[in-house]
C-alpha cells in the first residue's frame, strides 16, 4: 500500500522556525514534493527533492533522507501569511509526474 | 502568463443529479490531472491525462465519473448520478511536459467545491 503520515496540526509564533515532518511507504518513489495551501485556496507548488539533502528555497527549506523515507519542510523566520496547511506528497509516477498527497499539516502562525 | 481556470467555483446539487465541470489548463501543458479534495484530506488523483490521452485512471469511479480532454486542451469531469459522498472540492491541475522532458511542478486552478444534498 501507499501511505504518507504528516502531524495534523502545528502552531508556532510569527519569527520562529518551524519544521513539519513527512514519512512515507509508497511502491513508487522518485521524488518528495511539497504543497501549500491556504484556505479556501488552490494548492500551490513549493519545492521538489528527488536526491538527499537539503533544498533551499528563500525562507523555505526541504530535506530528504530516502534510506529512512523521511523528509520534512522548514519555515524561517514565519509570517502571518504563513498560515496555511501543508501537504507533502510523494512522486511515485516519475516521467509521469503522479503524485500522492498526505493528509497535510495545518500551520497556525501566532503573533 | 494566465493560470488554470476552472467552472463553477460553487455548485449544489441533489443527489442522483448529475454535474460537470470545465478546466482550461496553463497554454502549453501538455498534462492535466484532475483531483478530488475531501474535506480535512490531502488531493486524491482521479485522472491524468498527457495531450488527449489517458495515463492513468485507476482511482476514477468509472460507474458514475467520466472525463475526457478533447484536442488535448480544455477538459471536463462528469458525475453522474452523484452521491453524498461525493461531496468536496474538484482541482485542475496541469504541468508542462515536453517530450524527453520531465517538469515536477504542477499547477492548480481553484477548484469547484461540490455540495451534493
Known amino acids: 500500500g501507499q501511505s504518507l503520515e504528516q502531524p495534523s496540526e502545528v ?9 513539519i515532518n513527512c514519512t512515507y511507504q ?10 501549500q495551501q491556504h484556505d479556501g485556496g488552490a494548492p500551490t507548488f513549493l519545492s521538489y527533492n528527488a ?6 528555497t528563500g525562507r523555505f527549506s ?3 533522507s530516502r534510506s ?7 519555515l524561517q523566520e514565519l509570517q502571518m501569511k504563513d498560515s496555511a496547511s501543508y501537504f507533502c506528497a510523494v512522486d511515485y509516477g516519475g516521467a509521469t509526474n503522479k503524485l500522492i498527497f498526505g ?9 | 502568463e494566465a493560470g488554470v481556470a476552472q467552472s463553477p467555483r460553487y ?3 441533489e443527489k442522483r443529479q448529475s454535474v460537470a465541470f470545465w478546466c482550461n489548463p496553463i497554454s502549453g501543458h501538455a498534462t492535466l490531472y484532475w483531483y478530488q479534495q475531501i474535506l480535512g484530506q ?3 488523483l482521479l485522472i491524468q491525462f498527457q495531450n488527449n490521452g489517458v495515463v492513468d485512471d485507476s482511482q476514477l469511479p468509472k460507474d458514475r465519473f467520466s472525463a475526457e480532454r478533447l484536442k488535448g486542451v480544455d477538459s471536463t469531469l462528469k458525475i453522474q448520478p452523484a452521491k453524498l459522498e461525493d461531496s468536496a472540492v474538484y482541482l485542475c491541475a496541469s504541468s508542462l511536459d515536453l517530450e524527453g522532458e520531465y517538469y515536477n511542478e504542477q499547477f492548480f486552478g481553484p477548484g469547484t467545491r461540490l455540495t451534493v444534498l
Open chain 1, 11 to 19: 502552531t508556532a509564533v510569527e519569527g520562529a522556525i518551524v519544521q
Open chain 1, 51 to 56: 536526491l538527499d539533502g537539503l533544498e533551499e
Open chain 2, 42 to 44: 490531502g488531493p486524491k
Open chain 2, 11 to 13: 455548485k449544489i446539487i
Open chain 1, 68 to 74: 529512512d523515507s523521511y523528509g520534512y519542510l522548514l
Open chain 1, 62 to 64: 526541504s530535506f530528504l
Open chain 1, 103 to 111: 493528509t497535510g499539516t495545518l500551520l497556525a502562525v501566532q503573533p
Open chain 1, 26 to 35: 509508497t511502491s513508487g518513489f522518485y521524488g518528495l514534493s511539497w504543497y
